[in-house]
């Protein structure tokens, strides 16, 4: 068994306005889905969190009806079947992060397609399972403007991310440690995990020990203070002052 906790937070847009969150939880029997909607690169597109709705609601079911699918093809089956209800078109569609955990009583399963890692702990230490080849593009300055991000969207030598073309599915970053081997997970999105990788506010760890003494809310509260101490964003450039936030511990007996 895994005993879950939740804490989940709205952002803003980039016009700094209050808006619904766009990141979505779905907690099935033994696996976490989280996924966040990407902000479009075409105006004249609809939301990622529109999209990030669809994708977890058929990824849920995918896993549901075949609970021990391998994690790659139930995502690609996902995509699959949300681009052809809804005429998704590949690089003229929204777009969102997948992170997944899955477990029996042998083994726990993470993947990770785009930005929201998921961190492991247990007798191997601290393991982050996390895909940095969006960052790295955004560090070097190749993802300036929509039409960047549309051409490195799901390319080889760019970025990976659920959208409307499956094949994406097979390019996530996978684990899977021993089910005896575990205590804990964490799955974040970026309005999360920015704490730990730019703002260094705190470690792995230490998000860990927050989150299990005080309950995850507690990391969100530290992020959110951080960027209000920091709202001209200034101190870290950013998009927006606040991101939409979750953050889920698992703790596993």
Request: aromatic letters at 6%.
């Amino acid at each position: 068994m895994a005993e879950i906790s939740i804490a989940e937070r709205a952002g803003v847009g980039a016009d700094g306005r209050p808006r619904p969150s766009e990141d979505y939880v779905v907690v099935l029997e033994r696996a976490v889905l989280v996924l966040d909607g990407a902000t479009s690169p075409s105006p004249e597109l609809p939301s990622g969190g529109w999209y990030a709705g669809l994708l977890v609601r058929q990824l849920a079911d995918e896993l549901r009806a075949r609970p021990r699918e391998d994690l790659g093809v139930a995502l690609a089956d996902a995509i699959s079947s949300v681009a052809r209800e809804h005429r998704l078109v590949p690089g003229r569609s929204p777009s969102s992060t997948v992170s997944m955990l899955r477990w029996d009583e042998s083994e726990v399963e993470a993947l990770v397609l785009a930005d929201s890692p998921v961190v492991g702990f247990g007798r191997f230490g601290t393991d982050a399972v996390s895909d940095d080849r969006l960052l790295s593009l955004r560090d070097d300055g190749l993802l300036q403007t929509g039409a960047d991000v549309r051409r490195r969207r799901n390319a080889e030598g760019g970025f990976w991310v659920a959208e409307a073309e499956p094949a994406a599915a097979y390019k996530a970053v996978r684990r899977v440690w021993p089910r005896a081997d575990v205590d804990a997970v964490l799955i974040a999105t970026d309005g999360v995990s920015i704490g730990v990788d730019e703002y260094r506010l705190f470690d792995w760890p230490e998000v860990l020990r927050r989150a299990r003494n005080a309950g995850p809310d507690a990391v969100l509260d530290a992020v959110r203070e951080a960027e209000v101490q920091d709202a001209g964003c200034v101190r870290w450039p950013r998009a927006k002052r606040h991101d939409d936030q979750v953050l889920v511990l698992a703790e596993f007996e």
